[in-house]
C-alpha cells in the first residue's frame, strides 16, 4: 500500500540577493537578473517531512511547482534529495497569478493526479511570505489543514496529532487524513542529496504540464484568476537621519546620549 | 469603492484575552469606515466572551456580531472558517481586516478561498486612493524583505479581505462612554466541524511583564554580540531604558532569544519611540522588522554596514566597549543630579 505524498514548492531568489533586486522606474518591473534561485528554505523541510513519513510506512513522493522553466532546477534537486517524481506547472497562462489563483492551479494539477494522504509545503516562503496558498489548497481540495507545524505525531494510520506555532505557545491539532500541513523550520534538518541519489535522478519522472493538461479553466488561473494585482511597486524610502557619531568611545556614547534625549527618544 | 457594505475586524481572542493586534484594526477600520462613510462592526467567535466584545465596542466597533458557543472556546479550524464564511455570506461588508497572528494567517486564507475572494498578506499600511481615476483600498505590503514596497488592490471581487501585521499600526483609544450594538448570532455549531480536525489542547503563556509589541523602547542583538559571549549586557542596557530585549535570526539560532522575539520578515515587527541596534549588520529581513520606530540607535563595528543607512544615530565601534559604556553613561544620567 504506502502512502501518496505530494510536497509543494517554489523556486524563490536566494534572500542574501534580495538586496540586489531592483526596481526599473520606467516600466516598473522588478529587475532581479543575476540573483542566484534556490528552492524555498521552508520547503526543504517540507520534502524532508515527506521523505521521513515515506521511509516509515512506504510510499510515493511527488514534487509540484508553479513557475518558468527554469523551475525544473528546482524540482531536479528535490528528486535529489530523494523524491520520486517531479511536475512542473508552466504556462503563460499560469503568470501574474496571485494566491487564490495559485492555489487553484495547483488544485487542478491535484486533481488530475489523483489522490494523496498527505500534502506538505513550506508554511512561507522567503519572497513573498503570505503563507497563503498552503490554506487555500487545502481548502479548495476540501481536507483538513494546519499552518505553522512544528512536529507531527502519527496516532494511527489515518489519525495525527500536530504541534502547530503560536505567539507565545503551542497548540495541538487532532486530524484525519489526507491532510495539509504547512511546515516551519524547526520541524526537521533537511538532507543534503548524496551522490547516488544526484545519480538517480536522470531515471526519475519529470512531468510538464500546461494549463489545458490539467484542464484549469482560462478564468481561474494566471492574472485572470487572481482578485487582486499590483496597483503599484515603489522603492522604500527610509527617512532616517544616519548621523554617525565622531571621536573617542566616550565621545561617541556621550553625543549619543545627547542626541538621543534631543530627539525625545530617551 | 462603494459606500455600501461594512467594514469588518475580526475579533481575536486567545482563552478570554483579546489578542493586540485587534486594537490596531479597530483604529484604522474606525478611519476607513469614516472616510467611506460606512458602518465599522466587528466579529468575535469564542465561548461567554461578551465582556471582550465591549472591549471592541470601547474601542470604536459600531456593532460586534458575536457567535458563542462552548465548543468555539478556542480556536478551531473548520468551525472557525465555515462559520465566518457564513456570517460573512450573510451580512455582505465589502472589507474584512484580519490580524496577521499565527491563527489569522491561517483563518484568513481559508475563509477567503471559501468566499473565492482576493487576499492580501500582512498590510502594513491601508487607505482610499485612487488607481486609474478609480477610488480603491489601497493594500501597502513590503516586497523582498523591505526593499520594495508594492501596492494591492482587489478591483471587483467581495469582500475584500487583508491580514495586517501586528505592531504596525497604532492601537484604537478605549473609550467607555462608547456605544455600539452587540449582535449575538446562534452559531449552527456541527458536530462534522470536528470530524476532520480539531484543537485539543492550547497552550500559551503570554511573557510576564511587557509585550514586544506594546513597547517603547527595543533593544535586539545580533550576531556581533557573540564578541561578548552573552547577552546579559543587552538586558542590562534594555533594564536601564525601560525596555525589553529582542533579537535577530543570528541572535536566535545562537539561542539567545526565543522565537517570539526575533525581529524581522519571518519574525516580529515593531514600532517603538526608540529601537537599538546592537551588533546587526543590517540585512533587509531584518530591518524590515523595525521600519516604522520613531527613532533608530545602531552599533556596530563595520563603518559599511547597511544598517547605518537605516539608523538615526549610529555608533561605529567595538561592542566589548561600546557597550559598557553607554550603560554607564545611561546610569550616570538617570542618577539624581543633586539633593
Known amino acids: 500500500m504506502g502512502l501518496e505524498i505530494l510536497v509543494c514548492i517554489k523556486q524563490v531568489p536566494h534572500p542574501d540577493h534580495f538586496s540586489e533586486i531592483r526596481l526599473d522606474v520606467g516600466s516598473g518591473h522588478i529587475i532581479r537578473e543575476g540573483v542566484p534561485a534556490i528552492i524555498n528554505p521552508l520547503d526543504r523541510n517540507a520534502l524532508e517531512e515527506g521523505l521521513r513519513v515515506k521511509e516509515r510506512f512506504s510510499g510515493k513522493v511527488t514534487v509540484i511547482s508553479m513557475g518558468p522553466p527554469q523551475a525544473q532546477k528546482a524540482l531536479e534537486e528535490a528528486l535529489a534529495m530523494g523524491a520520486d517524481r517531479g511536475i512542473l506547472l508552466c504556462d503563460v497562462a499560469f503568470a501574474g497569478a496571485d494566491t487564490l489563483a495559485t492555489a487553484n492551479t495547483l488544485f487542478y494539477a491535484v486533481r488530475k493526479l489523483g489522490k494523496f494522504d498527505l500534502i506538505y509545503c513550506g508554511n512561507e516562503t522567503v519572497d513573498s511570505g503570505t503563507a497563503q496558498v498552503g490554506p487555500q489548497l487545502a481548502e479548495l481540495l476540501d481536507i483538513p489543514q494546519v499552518s505553522g507545524v512544528q512536529e507531527v505525531a502519527f496516532v494511527d494510520e489515518k489519525t495525527l496529532e500536530v504541534r502547530r506555532a503560536l505567539e507565545h505557545g503551542y497548540m495541538k491539532v487532532r486530524l484525519k487524513l489526507p491532510a495539509l500541513l504547512c511546515v516551519t523550520r524547526g520541524i526537521n534538518r533537511p538532507r543534503l542529496p548524496t551522490v547516488q541519489s544526484i545519480m538517480e535522478v536522470a531515471q526519475k519522472e519529470m512531468i510538464i504540464w500546461k494549463a489545458k493538461d490539467i484542464g484549469a479553466p482560462p478564468e481561474s488561473i494566471g492574472l485572470k484568476g487572481s482578485p487582486t494585482c499590483a496597483a503599484g511597486v515603489y522603492e522604500h524610502k527610509v527617512g532616517r537621519r544616519r548621523e554617525i557619531m565622531q571621536g573617542s568611545t566616550e565621545e561617541q556614547v556621550q553625543r549619543t546620549v545627547a542626541r538621543l534625549k534631543e530627539l525625545g527618544a530617551i | ?339
Open chain 2, 1 to 339: 469603492m462603494s459606500n455600501s457594505g461594512e467594514i469588518w475586524v475580526i475579533g481575536e481572542q486567545r482563552r478570554g484575552r483579546l489578542e493586540e493586534v485587534s486594537l490596531e484594526l479597530l483604529s484604522k477600520g474606525t478611519a476607513l469606515s469614516q472616510r467611506m462613510g460606512v458602518t465599522l462592526s466587528s466579529v468575535l467567535l469564542g465561548d461567554e466572551v461578551e465582556e471582550i466584545a465591549r472591549e471592541l465596542v470601547f474601542h470604536g466597533a459600531e456593532k460586534v456580531y458575536l457567535l458563542e458557543d462552548a465548543r468555539l472556546r478556542y480556536y478551531q479550524s473548520e468551525a472557525y472558517a465555515r462559520l465566518l464564511s457564513e456570517v460573512i455570506k450573510e451580512h455582505e461588508p465589502q472589507i474584512i481586516l484580519i490580524g496577521a497572528t499565527e491563527i489569522g494567517m491561517e483563518l484568513a486564507p481559508k475563509v477567503a478561498a471559501k468566499l473565492r475572494t482576493g487576499l492580501t498578506a500582512h498590510c502594513i499600511d491601508l487607505y482610499v486612493g485612487e488607481v486609474d481615476d478609480t477610488p480603491h483600498l489601497i493594500h501597502v505590503v513590503p516586497g523582498w524583505g523591505g526593499n520594495l514596497v508594492m501596492h494591492i488592490i482587489c478591483p471587483q471581487r467581495r469582500p475584500q479581505v487583508v491580514t495586517v501585521k501586528p505592531g504596525v499600526l497604532p492601537k484604537a483609544v478605549r473609550d467607555e462612554n462608547k456605544k455600539g450594538k452587540i449582535i449575538r448570532v446562534k452559531p449552527d455549531v456541527r458536530d462534522e466541524d470536528f470530524r476532520w480536525i480539531e484543537t485539543v489542547e492550547v497552550v500559551e503563556e503570554p511573557p510576564q511583564g511587557k509585550s514586544l509589541e506594546s513597547a517603547d523602547v527595543v533593544v535586539c542583538g545580533g550576531w556581533g554580540m557573540n564578541a561578548l559571549g552573552d547577552f546579559s549586557r543587552v538586558q542590562e542596557l534594555a533594564d536601564i531604558l525601560g525596555g525589553v530585549v529582542a533579537g535577530t535570526r543570528p541572535a536566535m539560532d545562537k539561542g539567545w532569544v526565543e522565537e517570539a522575539w526575533m525581529i524581522g520578515q519571518s519574525g516580529k515587527t515593531v514600532s517603538p519611540g526608540l529601537f537599538v541596534s546592537l551588533g546587526a549588520s543590517g540585512a533587509m529581513h531584518y530591518t524590515t522588522g523595525f521600519m516604522g520606530s520613531k527613532v533608530v540607535l545602531a552599533v556596530d563595528h563595520n563603518p559599511q554596514a547597511p544598517i547605518f543607512h537605516v539608523a538615526d544615530v549610529g555608533i561605529v565601534g567595538d561592542l566589548r566597549e561600546v557597550l559598557p559604556c553607554l550603560i554607564a553613561e545611561l546610569k550616570k544620567d538617570r542618577m539624581p543630579r543633586k539633593f
